[in-house]
């Protein structure tokens, strides 16, 4: 009896597991794809457009007070953003990234305070509760404006 009981409780705890993985697994595969079937939209010529985008953009999330620095970076696979002081903030468009879309994305991670604190991801401590958070909240949600210019 205390076999079957033991063998019940794993398996109570494998089928949690499961379906904790299934469950991480769904927005994290989804956001990927959308990431890659959503279209880049408008290359980004040089310094100048990508200025003239950021103006554009940040009035339109409402972020004109936040000082963003963004650049191109040759060095880097994926664009990111991240916040470098009190009210400041960069954004780096990698080397096949060069797009609006992903502009776009970036700012989304700002204008919501993915990069603020409590948020951010790459601090100390709660760093599981923070990964999966950015990965089925913060990322699917950054996602969908980059593509659609839609905010949830
Ligand atoms: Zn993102």
């Known amino acids: 009896m205390k076999n079957k009981s033991i063998l019940n409780t794993v398996s109570k705890v494998m089928t949690k ?3 904790g993985a299934f469950m991480v697994q769904v927005p994290i595969f989804s956001s990927t794809l959308l ?5 880049k939209g408008e290359n980004i010529r040089d310094k100048i457009h990508l200025e003239k985008l950021l103006k554009q953009e940040k009035k339109k999330l ?3 007070n936040k000082n963003i620095n963004a650049y191109f970076c040759n060095t880097i696979e994926t664009s ?3 916040k470098i002081n009190e009210n400041s ?3 780096f468009l990698a080397k096949d990234q060069r797009a609006f879309n992903v502009l776009r994305h970036e700012l989304y991670h700002v204008a919501d ?3 603020d604190k409590g948020y951010e991801l790459f601090n100390n401590g709660r760093k599981f509760e923070k990964t999966i958070r950015y990965l089925l909240i913060n990322e699917p949600k950054a996602s969908i404006y980059g593509a659609t210019g839609l905010k949830l």
């Open 17 to 19: 597991l499961a379906l």
């Open 35 to 39: 990431n890659s079937l959503s279209p």
């Open 62 to 64: 409402g972020i004109e």
């Open 113 to 115: 305070g993915h990069c």
């Open 80 to 82: 990111g953003a991240r």
């Open 89 to 91: 903030y960069e954004i």
